[in-house]
């Protein structure tokens, strides 16, 4: 069965840090470009952070650009979201998303399989 599981989300005040965790079962990650995603409450889904299969290409939103950092390590098939400096308004749902095809990296439906999300609340 094909998935893809985050964790690492919860409730951290205004200037700390969570990791986020992406891990594929099913399929060899190695393959595959993957895509940290964010929806929070009556917003649109919004692209985070981009990293291609090799890690050779990466890309961050402006409104996350120097705090967050993304990283993969393929052999255990995982895929990471270093979130530090985080801000009330980066609360949401976080997915994680992967595609082998080539689209701008934000495009929500470029990408193959989408795991369940995990909620980052940021408050004081």
């Known amino acids: 069965q094909v998935q893809l599981v985050e964790s690492g989300g919860g409730l951290v005040q205004p200037g700390g840090s969570l990791r986020l965790s992406c891990v594929a079962s099913?399929?060899?990650?190695?393959?595959?470009?993957i895509g940290w995603f964010r929806q929070a409450p009556g917003k649109e889904r919004e692209g985070v952070s981009y990293i291609s299969s090799r890690g050779g290409s990466i890309f961050y939103a402006a409104s996350v650009k120097g705090r967050f950092t993304i990283s993969r390590d393929n052999v255990k098939n995982m895929v990471y979201l270093q979130m530090n400096s985080l801000k009330p308004e980066d609360t949401a749902i976080y997915y994680c998303?992967?595609?082998?095809?080539?689209?701008?990296?934000?495009?929500?439906?470029?990408?193959?399989?989408w795991g369940q999300g995990t909620q980052v609340t940021v408050s004081s």
């Open positions: 099913g399929f060899t990650l190695d393959d595959y470009a």
């Open positions: 998303a992967a595609r082998r095809g080539a689209a701008p990296w934000g495009l929500l439906t470029s990408y193959d399989y």
